[in-house]
């Protein structure tokens, strides 16, 4: 099929619209200047005028630049698949189970992957007691950009039980929430494109306990060493890891696995623990994003990524 026309989806119904929004600006700009005819589709709540839209327009491919629920827990996917349209990214199935934490854990832990101690807890047993050991993390089964996510680490039983009511009273994530040993270290994250990791980039950040939402999208507040400079064999263990992740989960084209470093027990001959965190089907597409800095860093412009995602578009089913 020769493509010539593209329509990109952004924005949607989550926590991360904004998010969307920016990553589809940009790839509509890089779209443009690859030759494509691009039309803009700014999703909000009303389904029946997505459809029309598609249905007017004959896109030869949908880019998918959507973020968190609807976008990329395979609902849009389903739609996308009922009207014969190829689209960008995770297909419904890998969205659906990468976007689910407690099942996404499961497939990796079964598959001999690391990942961090945890359960998945109703979230008002947050008023009964701490639930794990100190320190802990709460975050939602079915969110992205580290929304809802919150650090429970202090000595102070007191503090503690008004951080789990601070919890209880912002929670709008479901009724479970999973709960994960707390790991200390370096935070990772590997790029897979075409089922081959780019490399890793280690992220960190002087006013942030950990990769936030803020962190992640807000100019200056992280800082992203590409490559990271990290044991030789951690760094070839973290590539691997997130190739075999990809598979498992059943990704298409590309996808990025989130990594804690604990090298606290690192030596010259052996690396520390490497342990996996999350895997995300649809890497933000930001100025301040991680493919395409990981892109970047391997030869591959940013209207090179975004053209090599629109000819790896199909339907599946």
């Not at 990553?23 to 443009?32: M, P, Q, T």
């Not at 005819?37 to 709540?45: I, P, S």
């Not at 832990?109 to 050991?133: C, M, R, S, W, Y």
């Not at 999350?278 to 412009?301: D, W």
Request: proline share 5%; with cysteine.
């Amino acid at each position: 099929m020769t493509i010539k026309h593209v329509t990109v989806i952004r924005g949607g119904l989550s926590s991360e619209r904004e998010v969307s929004l920016a990553s589809g600006k940009n790839v509509i700009e890089a779209l443009k200047t690859t030759g494509y005819k691009v039309t803009d589709l700014v999703a909000n709540d009303n389904l029946v005028e997505i459809i029309n839209f598609l249905t007017k327009n004959h896109p030869d491919v949908v880019f998918n630049a959507l973020h968190g629920n609807f976008g990329e827990d395979g609902a849009i996917q389903g739609v996308l698949e009922w009207l014969n349209i190829p689209y960008t990214h995770g297909n419904i199935c890998s969205s659906a189970i990468a976007m689910n934490k407690k099942i996404t854990r499961i497939l990796l832990h079964e598959a001999g992957l690391p990942i961090a101690k945890g359960k998945t807890i109703p979230v008002t047993n947050l008023a009964i007691q701490d639930p794990f050991p100190i320190p802990y993390v709460v975050k939602p089964i079915q969110e992205g950009s580290s929304v809802g996510v919150y650090i429970i680490q202090s000595d102070d039983p007191k503090i503690r039980k008004q951080e789990r009511a601070k919890i209880l009273k912002e929670w709008k994530y479901g009724r479970e929430a999973l709960i994960e040993q707390f790991i200390p270290g370096k935070e990772l994250t590997v790029c897979v494109l075409n089922d081959k990791a780019l490399t890793v980039t280690n992220i960190s950040s002087d006013t942030h306990v950990f990769y936030d939402y803020k962190a992640k999208y807000q100019i200056g507040q992280s800082t992203h060493t590409v490559p990271a400079n990290i044991h030789p064999k951690a760094f070839e263990i973290a590539l691997d890891y997130a190739q075999k992740a990809h598979k498992i989960l059943g990704c298409d084209s590309v996808s990025r696995t989130d990594f804690r470093y604990d090298n606290r027990n690192e030596t010259q001959d052996q690396p520390g623990d490497l342990y996996i965190l999350e895997v995300n089907t649809q890497p933000g597409m930001t100025k301040t994003s991680l493919l395409p800095e990981q892109a970047a860093f391997c030869g591959i412009s940013y209207p090179e990524l975004c053209s090599s995602l629109v000819e790896k578009a199909k339907c599946r089913i």
